[in-house]
Protein backbone atom coordinates (compact mmCIF):
# COMPACT_ATOMS: atom_id res chain seq x y z
CA UNK A 1 0.00 0.00 0.00
CA UNK A 2 1.47 3.52 -1.27
CA UNK A 3 0.09 6.79 -1.57
CA UNK A 4 3.46 7.55 -3.64
CA UNK A 5 1.37 5.94 -6.61
CA UNK A 6 -0.88 7.81 -9.16
CA UNK A 7 -3.38 5.87 -12.11
CA UNK A 8 -3.89 8.32 -14.80
CA UNK A 9 -6.71 7.20 -16.98
CA UNK A 10 -4.67 7.23 -20.21
CA UNK A 11 -5.97 7.47 -23.92
CA UNK A 12 -2.82 8.54 -25.29
CA UNK A 13 -3.73 12.29 -26.40
CA UNK A 14 -2.36 15.67 -25.69
CA UNK A 15 -4.33 15.85 -22.17
CA UNK A 16 -3.94 12.51 -20.65
CA UNK A 17 -0.28 12.25 -21.65
CA UNK A 18 0.31 16.43 -19.92
CA UNK A 19 -1.78 15.10 -17.05
CA UNK A 20 1.14 12.30 -16.88
CA UNK A 21 3.90 14.30 -17.26
CA UNK A 22 2.52 16.77 -14.53
CA UNK A 23 1.99 14.74 -11.69
CA UNK A 24 5.00 12.37 -12.08
CA UNK A 25 7.13 15.24 -10.35
CA UNK A 26 4.66 14.37 -6.70
CA UNK A 27 5.21 10.71 -7.15
CA UNK A 28 7.05 7.37 -7.43
CA UNK A 29 5.16 5.31 -9.76
CA UNK A 30 3.00 6.82 -12.40
CA UNK A 31 -0.16 3.65 -13.64
CA UNK A 32 -0.97 5.15 -16.78
CA UNK A 33 -4.25 2.99 -17.64
CA UNK A 34 -5.52 2.30 -20.63
CA UNK A 35 -9.03 0.84 -21.54
CA UNK A 36 -10.72 -1.19 -24.16
CA UNK A 37 -13.82 -2.33 -25.47
CA UNK A 38 -15.82 -3.09 -28.49
CA UNK A 39 -15.09 -0.25 -30.88
CA UNK A 40 -12.24 1.39 -29.55
CA UNK A 41 -9.66 1.36 -32.29
CA UNK A 42 -5.25 1.78 -32.31
CA UNK A 43 -5.53 1.30 -28.61
CA UNK A 44 -1.71 0.37 -29.44
CA UNK A 45 -0.92 3.87 -30.53
CA UNK A 46 -1.05 4.92 -26.41
CA UNK A 47 2.35 2.91 -26.24
CA UNK A 48 4.05 6.29 -28.19
CA UNK A 49 3.58 8.92 -25.40
CA UNK A 50 3.45 6.22 -22.81
CA UNK A 51 7.14 5.41 -23.98
CA UNK A 52 8.18 8.87 -24.65
CA UNK A 53 7.29 9.92 -21.13
CA UNK A 54 9.33 6.90 -19.76
CA UNK A 55 12.49 8.06 -21.70
CA UNK A 56 11.48 11.33 -20.66
CA UNK A 57 11.69 10.82 -16.70
CA UNK A 58 12.53 7.13 -16.07
CA UNK A 59 11.19 3.69 -17.38
CA UNK A 60 10.92 2.42 -13.98
CA UNK A 61 8.28 5.31 -12.80
CA UNK A 62 5.76 3.90 -15.15
CA UNK A 63 3.58 1.14 -15.98
CA UNK A 64 1.39 1.17 -18.74
CA UNK A 65 -1.33 -1.26 -18.68
CA UNK A 66 -4.25 -2.16 -20.99
CA UNK A 67 -7.75 -3.19 -19.23
CA UNK A 68 -10.85 -4.05 -20.74
CA UNK A 69 -14.26 -2.28 -19.65
CA UNK A 70 -16.48 -4.07 -22.40
CA UNK A 71 -18.76 -5.82 -19.98
CA UNK A 72 -18.99 -2.85 -17.35
CA UNK A 73 -19.59 -0.29 -19.98
CA UNK A 74 -22.54 -3.03 -21.17
CA UNK A 75 -23.74 -3.06 -17.73
CA UNK A 76 -23.65 0.67 -16.54
CA UNK A 77 -25.61 1.37 -20.09
CA UNK A 78 -28.54 -1.00 -19.67
CA UNK A 79 -28.99 -1.81 -16.23
CA UNK A 80 -32.51 -1.06 -15.40
CA UNK A 81 -32.90 -0.31 -18.99
CA UNK A 82 -36.96 0.49 -19.06
CA UNK A 83 -36.89 1.95 -15.87
CA UNK A 84 -34.36 4.62 -16.74
CA UNK A 85 -35.78 5.23 -19.92
CA UNK A 86 -39.14 6.39 -19.15
CA UNK A 87 -37.31 8.62 -16.22
CA UNK A 88 -34.25 10.49 -18.41
CA UNK A 89 -35.28 9.26 -22.59
CA UNK A 90 -32.68 10.25 -25.02
CA UNK A 91 -29.92 10.73 -22.06
CA UNK A 92 -28.96 6.64 -22.47
CA UNK A 93 -27.41 7.94 -25.74
CA UNK A 94 -24.94 9.39 -23.51
CA UNK A 95 -22.81 6.53 -24.44
CA UNK A 96 -19.20 8.37 -24.56
CA UNK A 97 -20.21 9.54 -20.80
CA UNK A 98 -21.51 5.91 -19.90
CA UNK A 99 -18.08 4.84 -21.47
CA UNK A 100 -15.96 6.96 -18.96
CA UNK A 101 -18.12 6.17 -15.95
CA UNK A 102 -17.23 2.03 -16.69
CA UNK A 103 -13.87 3.59 -17.55
CA UNK A 104 -13.71 5.31 -13.75
CA UNK A 105 -15.42 2.60 -12.26
CA UNK A 106 -12.71 0.37 -13.32
CA UNK A 107 -10.12 2.08 -12.18
CA UNK A 108 -11.75 2.36 -8.94
CA UNK A 109 -11.38 -1.48 -9.22
CA UNK A 110 -7.58 -1.21 -9.96
CA UNK A 111 -6.80 0.98 -7.02
CA UNK A 112 -8.01 -1.38 -4.67
CA UNK A 113 -6.35 -4.09 -6.53
CA UNK A 114 -3.08 -2.41 -6.01
CA UNK A 115 -3.13 -0.08 -3.33
CA UNK A 116 -3.24 3.38 -5.20
CA UNK A 117 -4.78 6.44 -3.50
CA UNK A 118 -4.44 8.93 -6.19
CA UNK A 119 -6.38 9.02 -9.47
CA UNK A 120 -6.20 11.76 -11.87
CA UNK A 121 -7.51 12.59 -15.84
CA UNK A 122 -7.07 15.07 -18.33
CA UNK A 123 -10.31 16.14 -17.96
CA UNK A 124 -10.58 19.80 -19.83
CA UNK A 125 -13.14 22.46 -19.10
CA UNK A 126 -13.22 22.79 -22.91
CA UNK A 127 -15.00 19.41 -23.82
CA UNK A 128 -17.84 20.47 -21.26
CA UNK A 129 -20.06 18.63 -23.69
CA UNK A 130 -19.25 15.25 -22.87
CA UNK A 131 -21.29 13.82 -20.03
CA UNK A 132 -17.61 12.86 -17.40
CA UNK A 133 -15.96 16.15 -18.34
CA UNK A 134 -19.13 18.64 -16.96
CA UNK A 135 -17.89 19.88 -13.38
CA UNK A 136 -21.10 18.61 -11.65
CA UNK A 137 -20.40 15.46 -13.10
CA UNK A 138 -16.97 15.79 -11.98
CA UNK A 139 -17.90 16.02 -8.33
CA UNK A 140 -20.22 13.37 -7.97
CA UNK A 141 -17.44 11.12 -9.87
CA UNK A 142 -15.08 12.55 -7.27
CA UNK A 143 -17.50 11.54 -4.35
CA UNK A 144 -17.69 7.99 -5.60
CA UNK A 145 -13.88 7.53 -5.56
CA UNK A 146 -14.32 9.18 -1.93
CA UNK A 147 -16.29 6.59 -0.96
CA UNK A 148 -13.40 3.80 -1.53
CA UNK A 149 -10.62 5.91 0.54
CA UNK A 150 -9.31 7.34 -3.28
CA UNK A 151 -8.61 10.79 -3.83
CA UNK A 152 -9.40 11.24 -7.67
CA UNK A 153 -8.13 15.09 -9.00
CA UNK A 154 -7.94 16.71 -12.72
CA UNK A 155 -4.46 18.80 -12.94
CA UNK A 156 -5.58 20.18 -16.46
CA UNK A 157 -9.28 20.90 -16.13
CA UNK A 158 -8.51 24.80 -15.38
CA UNK A 159 -6.46 24.83 -18.73
CA UNK A 160 -7.79 27.16 -21.55
CA UNK A 161 -9.76 25.35 -24.30
CA UNK A 162 -7.51 25.24 -27.37
CA UNK A 163 -9.72 26.88 -30.18
CA UNK A 164 -13.05 28.97 -30.58
CA UNK A 165 -14.96 26.79 -32.99
CA UNK A 166 -16.27 23.27 -33.63
CA UNK A 167 -14.41 20.66 -34.98
CA UNK A 168 -14.87 21.04 -38.71
CA UNK A 169 -14.37 24.85 -38.27
CA UNK A 170 -11.01 24.56 -36.52
CA UNK A 171 -10.12 21.71 -39.20
CA UNK A 172 -11.25 24.16 -42.37
CA UNK A 173 -9.06 26.70 -40.66
CA UNK A 174 -6.25 25.08 -40.51
CA UNK A 175 -6.77 23.39 -43.80
CA UNK A 176 -7.49 26.79 -45.72
CA UNK A 177 -4.20 28.25 -43.83
CA UNK A 178 -1.81 25.47 -44.64
CA UNK A 179 -2.80 25.23 -48.14
CA UNK A 180 -3.22 29.30 -49.60
CA UNK A 181 -0.60 30.39 -47.56
CA UNK A 182 2.29 27.26 -47.72
CA UNK A 183 4.94 30.24 -47.38
CA UNK A 184 3.72 31.48 -44.01
CA UNK A 185 5.22 30.24 -40.99
CA UNK A 186 2.75 27.86 -39.54
CA UNK A 187 -0.40 29.10 -38.04
CA UNK A 188 0.73 27.57 -34.49
CA UNK A 189 3.14 30.09 -34.51
CA UNK A 190 1.05 33.25 -34.90
CA UNK A 191 -1.78 31.90 -32.98
CA UNK A 192 -2.49 33.85 -29.63
CA UNK A 193 -0.92 32.37 -26.84
CA UNK A 194 -3.42 30.84 -24.70
CA UNK A 195 -2.70 28.43 -22.41
CA UNK A 196 -4.04 25.18 -23.44
CA UNK A 197 -2.78 21.50 -22.42
CA UNK A 198 -0.90 21.30 -25.97
CA UNK A 199 0.71 24.30 -25.68
CA UNK A 200 2.45 23.68 -21.72
CA UNK A 201 3.12 20.25 -23.32
CA UNK A 202 5.04 21.77 -26.08
CA UNK A 203 6.85 24.14 -23.32
CA UNK A 204 7.57 21.09 -21.96
CA UNK A 205 9.27 19.53 -24.89
CA UNK A 206 6.45 16.63 -25.46
CA UNK A 207 4.98 18.05 -28.12
CA UNK A 208 6.45 19.59 -31.80
CA UNK A 209 4.02 22.36 -32.01
CA UNK A 210 1.07 24.33 -29.28
CA UNK A 211 -1.59 23.00 -31.34
CA UNK A 212 -1.13 19.12 -32.03
CA UNK A 213 -4.80 18.51 -30.64
CA UNK A 214 -6.84 17.00 -33.61
CA UNK A 215 -3.87 16.83 -36.09
CA UNK A 216 -2.52 13.51 -37.99
CA UNK A 217 0.46 13.44 -35.28
CA UNK A 218 -1.94 13.55 -32.46
CA UNK A 219 -4.10 10.97 -34.10
CA UNK A 220 -1.97 8.63 -34.67
CA UNK A 221 -0.78 8.67 -30.67
CA UNK A 222 -4.20 7.92 -29.43
CA UNK A 223 -6.96 5.17 -29.53
CA UNK A 224 -10.46 6.27 -31.60
CA UNK A 225 -13.92 5.66 -30.90
CA UNK A 226 -16.21 6.81 -33.69
CA UNK A 227 -18.89 5.51 -31.98
CA UNK A 228 -18.75 9.39 -30.55
CA UNK A 229 -21.03 10.42 -33.52
CA UNK A 230 -23.93 8.61 -32.87
CA UNK A 231 -23.59 10.82 -28.86
CA UNK A 232 -23.10 13.73 -31.14
CA UNK A 233 -26.55 13.13 -33.05
CA UNK A 234 -28.13 12.78 -29.67
CA UNK A 235 -26.62 15.93 -28.48
CA UNK A 236 -25.78 18.50 -31.57
CA UNK A 237 -28.97 17.40 -33.56
CA UNK A 238 -31.93 16.01 -31.13
CA UNK A 239 -31.46 17.81 -27.55
CA UNK A 240 -29.39 21.00 -28.35
CA UNK A 241 -31.67 21.89 -31.56
CA UNK A 242 -34.51 22.86 -29.27
CA UNK A 243 -33.03 23.11 -26.09
CA UNK A 244 -30.38 25.22 -24.42
CA UNK A 245 -26.83 23.95 -23.16
CA UNK A 246 -28.27 25.02 -19.29
CA UNK A 247 -31.03 22.70 -19.65
CA UNK A 248 -28.43 19.86 -21.28
CA UNK A 249 -26.21 20.23 -18.26
CA UNK A 250 -29.39 19.80 -15.65
CA UNK A 251 -30.83 16.61 -17.88
CA UNK A 252 -27.36 14.72 -17.99
CA UNK A 253 -26.38 15.37 -14.24
CA UNK A 254 -29.67 14.15 -13.57
CA UNK A 255 -29.16 10.80 -15.45
CA UNK A 256 -25.72 10.97 -14.32
CA UNK A 257 -26.40 11.30 -10.21
CA UNK A 258 -28.71 7.80 -10.87
CA UNK A 259 -25.67 6.18 -12.85
CA UNK A 260 -22.72 6.72 -10.66
CA UNK A 261 -25.42 5.99 -7.38
CA UNK A 262 -25.37 2.55 -9.01
CA UNK A 263 -21.91 2.04 -9.79
CA UNK A 264 -20.85 3.23 -6.42
CA UNK A 265 -23.54 0.20 -5.34
CA UNK A 266 -21.96 -2.21 -7.74
CA UNK A 267 -18.49 -1.31 -6.84
CA UNK A 268 -19.40 -1.63 -2.82
CA UNK A 269 -20.94 -4.92 -3.66
CA UNK A 270 -17.80 -6.48 -5.25
CA UNK A 271 -15.60 -5.08 -2.61
CA UNK A 272 -17.70 -6.19 0.25
CA UNK A 273 -19.21 -9.52 -1.33
CA UNK A 274 -17.48 -9.86 -4.24
CA UNK A 275 -20.53 -9.60 -6.27
CA UNK A 276 -20.60 -8.68 -10.09
CA UNK A 277 -17.05 -10.37 -10.22
CA UNK A 278 -17.42 -10.84 -14.00
CA UNK A 279 -17.66 -7.30 -14.74
CA UNK A 280 -14.85 -6.41 -14.51
CA UNK A 281 -12.95 -8.65 -16.15
CA UNK B 1 -35.23 18.18 -40.75
CA UNK B 2 -32.11 17.36 -39.21
CA UNK B 3 -33.69 16.94 -35.63
CA UNK B 4 -36.30 14.60 -37.17
CA UNK B 5 -33.23 12.30 -38.71
CA UNK B 6 -31.65 12.78 -35.22
CA UNK B 7 -34.90 11.60 -33.49
CA UNK B 8 -35.05 8.74 -35.69
CA UNK B 9 -31.75 7.69 -35.48
CA UNK B 10 -31.97 7.80 -31.98
CA UNK B 11 -34.83 6.18 -31.14
CA UNK B 12 -33.96 3.56 -34.29
CA UNK B 13 -30.63 3.43 -31.35
CA UNK B 14 -32.67 3.00 -28.15
CA UNK B 15 -34.57 -0.03 -29.57
CA UNK B 16 -30.82 -1.80 -30.39
CA UNK B 17 -29.32 -4.16 -27.99
CA UNK B 18 -25.52 -3.53 -26.95
CA UNK B 19 -23.35 -5.21 -29.49
CA UNK B 20 -25.83 -4.01 -32.15
CA UNK B 21 -26.15 -0.47 -30.96
CA UNK B 22 -22.09 -0.55 -31.06
CA UNK B 23 -22.30 -1.68 -34.72
CA UNK B 24 -24.59 0.70 -35.89
CA UNK B 25 -23.12 3.98 -33.69
CA UNK B 26 -19.86 2.06 -35.53
CA UNK B 27 -21.31 2.58 -39.25
CA UNK B 28 -22.68 5.76 -38.84
CA UNK B 29 -18.91 6.93 -37.30
CA UNK B 30 -17.55 5.81 -40.41
CA UNK B 31 -20.26 7.07 -42.60
CA UNK B 32 -19.79 10.85 -41.35
CA UNK B 33 -15.69 9.85 -41.53
CA UNK B 34 -16.20 8.88 -45.32
CA UNK B 35 -17.85 12.44 -46.24
CA UNK B 36 -14.99 14.24 -43.99
CA UNK B 37 -12.96 12.55 -46.47
CA UNK B 38 -15.11 13.45 -49.60
CA UNK B 39 -15.33 16.90 -48.23
CA UNK B 40 -11.36 17.09 -47.89
CA UNK B 41 -10.82 15.48 -50.94
CA UNK B 42 -12.74 18.33 -52.98
CA UNK B 43 -11.57 21.03 -50.96
CA UNK B 44 -7.80 19.56 -51.96
CA UNK B 45 -8.72 19.93 -55.28
CA UNK B 46 -9.83 23.05 -55.04
CA UNK B 47 -7.34 24.44 -53.29
CA UNK B 48 -4.53 23.28 -55.79
CA UNK B 49 -6.60 24.91 -58.50
CA UNK B 50 -6.87 28.03 -57.30
CA UNK B 51 -3.10 28.08 -55.76
CA UNK B 52 -1.83 27.01 -59.72
CA UNK B 53 -4.70 29.43 -61.35
CA UNK B 54 -2.82 32.49 -58.96
CA UNK B 55 0.65 31.59 -59.65
CA UNK B 56 0.19 30.72 -63.74
CA UNK B 57 1.03 27.58 -63.47
CA UNK B 58 -0.72 24.79 -64.78
CA UNK B 59 -2.92 22.11 -62.72
CA UNK B 60 -1.72 18.88 -62.44
CA UNK B 61 -4.48 17.40 -63.85
CA UNK B 62 -5.12 18.84 -67.16
CA UNK B 63 -4.21 22.53 -68.86
Known sequence: ?281 | MSRFIAFFTCCLALLLPHRLRCWFAEGLGWLVQGAYFMYYGLLNRLLRELRDGGTGEKGRNGP
Not at chain 1, 130 to 136: G, I, S, T, V
Not at chain 1, 152 to 171: K, W
Open chain 1, 1 to 281: MTNRDVVVLFSGGTDSTLTAALVQADYRTVHLLTFDRLGFHGIGNTSLNARMLAERYGADRFRHETVHIGRLFKFIAYERYLQNLRKHGFHLLSTCGLCKLAMHMRTIRYCLEHGVRHATDGSNQGMSIFPAQMRPVLDEIRRMYDRFGIRYFTPVYEFDAPDEGDYLEQANRRFLEAGLHADRQPVEEVKESKRTPGRVLYEMGLAPAPDVKGTPYDRKRQARCFQLVLFNVFVLKWFLAAHSYEEYERATVRFFRDKIRRATEVLEANRQQGKYEKLFR
